[in-house]
């Protein structure tokens, strides 16, 4: 009977085809859309935790409550001792020091005159030690547009369209003016060693990234840093366990009736991204919630219309002598094997579009050229084990429901009525 069954389903394109088309489509939106918006949900995680927040950030108290003016004469002192001390006891852990500053760029001419400037925001981190997770975690060597990774002492990299905007080429000098860490006013020599483009548009208008002992020597800031990150090995946030992490180092180390002690802030606990990802998290699963629903209802409906156009068909095999709970079985049978094919189908062609996106994604750069947000330009999907079976929530849940209330009109058909649509 098995076999039967799949016959009629193969050989009537009206009672397969198009069903399966239909679940097909539905499975293959609904599993795009849920890779799409997760990709972009994690990407902004994902980008503010390597260019700002780290998984968990120490600074100063002090530090923290001006921290968007960039207060280094707050900043943490002694720090090879607390990275000694978060490494040998928080091993779990990746820790590093950061440096940040703002001021101005000088490009010189031939004379050593002025020829361009320009305001920069700049990173200084730990380029040279053996052991260092920036060149990786920043993704240094895949940003890389022209030239190289800094080698040696007082080099620097500037983004890509910063350098095209000064006129600035590989191997030229560029001077740095700023301020110390004492309030004097800070003059530094650098030569440019290569130039990026992170397709962060916050970071692409004007950055430059230097190794942290030549910029902590520039702003007299030895054995000092802005910050100290923390992220996970496997770089992936885990809000509860970082919460746990920054209570029992706060405990430990942070007073505060002391301004200057360290104080340790997860992810979540800076500039409000907690309240943000919770309602990132919100509004992604009521759009998600809301596809799938739709994308249910159209397949429910498909299963409905599929059964009632078959009422003649039903009522030639009720007349026959075939029980009604065997059809009614038979018709849910079909009903569950076109799902899963449906399904399935759909499925695998979201994945690999979902594939294809999560390596490529989309460009919108042009959108967002004056977002000052550390996002990347470039939204891409992003595939997890949600992607592999959410398809199926309205491809074969919806369209088995759409057959079973079709169905229910089996048992209401009566000998008289099978005769005279038959007559009709």
Not at 111 to 124: D, I
Not at 255 to 269: A, S, V
Request: glycine share 10%.
């Amino acid at each position: 009977m098995i076999k039967f069954i799949l016959k009629g389903l193969i050989r009537d394109r009206s009672r397969s085809l198009f069903p399966v088309l239909m679940v097909s489509a539905g499975a293959f939106l609904t599993v795009l859309l849920y890779s799409w918006i997760t990709g972009a949900m994690g990407d902004i995680v994902n980008s503010t935790a390597q260019f700002n927040s780290g998984h968990v950030k120490i600074t100063t108290r002090a530090y923290q409550e001006l921290s968007d003016q960039i207060p280094n004469d707050l900043a943490l002192l002694e720090v090879d001792n607390l990275l000694n001390h978060l490494r040998n006891n928080e091993n779990k852990m990746l820790w590093t020091p950061r440096i940040r500053f703002g001021g101005l760029i000088d490009i010189p001419d031939i004379n050593g005159e002025t020829k361009t400037q320009g305001p920069v925001m700049g990173l200084g981190v730990d380029l040279f030690s053996k052991n260092s997770p920036e060149i990786t975690i920043l993704n240094l060597k895949n940003a890389l547009v022209e030239g190289k990774l800094p080698q040696k002492k007082n080099e620097i990299l500037i983004s890509a369209d910063f350098a095209k905007k000064l006129g600035v080429k590989i191997g030229e000098p560029a001077t740095l003016l700023g301020s110390t860490m004492n309030g004097a006013m800070a003059m530094h020599n650098f030569t440019v060693s290569g130039t990026l483009c992170f397709g962060i548009t916050a970071m692409d208008r004007g950055a430059i990234i230097a190794d942290i002992t030549d910029v902590g020597f520039a702003l007299d800031m030895i054995d000092g840093a802005s910050e100290i990150v923390g992220y996970t090995k496997n770089m992936v946030y885990f809000n509860t366990e970082m919460k746990e992490l920054a209570r029992n180092f706060n405990e430990k180390f942070s007073r505060k009736n002391d301004e200057f002690t360290p104080l340790m802030l997860t992810l979540g606990q800076q500039n409000g991204f907690e309240e943000y990802l919770q309602l990132a998290d919100t509004f992604s699963f009521i759009i998600v919630a809301i596809f799938i629903f739709v994308m249910s209802l159209v397949l429910w409906n498909s299963g409905l219309m599929n059964g009632i156009r078959r009422y003649g068909e039903i009522g030639v095999r009720l007349a026959m002598g075939e029980p009604k709970g065997n059809l009614y079985r038979w018709m849910i049978f079909e009903s569950i094997i076109i799902g899963l094919v449906g399904s399935l189908l759909g499925t695998l062609v979201g994945l690999a579009i979902s594939y294809y996106m999560q390596y490529h994604g989309i460009d919108f750069g042009n959108i967002m050229q004056k977002s000052s947000m550390m996002i990347s330009s470039v939204m891409r999907a992003r595939v997890t084990k949600g992607s592999y079976i959410i398809g199926f929530f309205p491809g074969l849940i919806a369209s088995v429901i759409g057959t079973c209330f079709a169905g229910i009109g089996i048992y209401r058909r009566q000998t008289a009525q099978l005769f005279k649509d038959l007559e009709i």
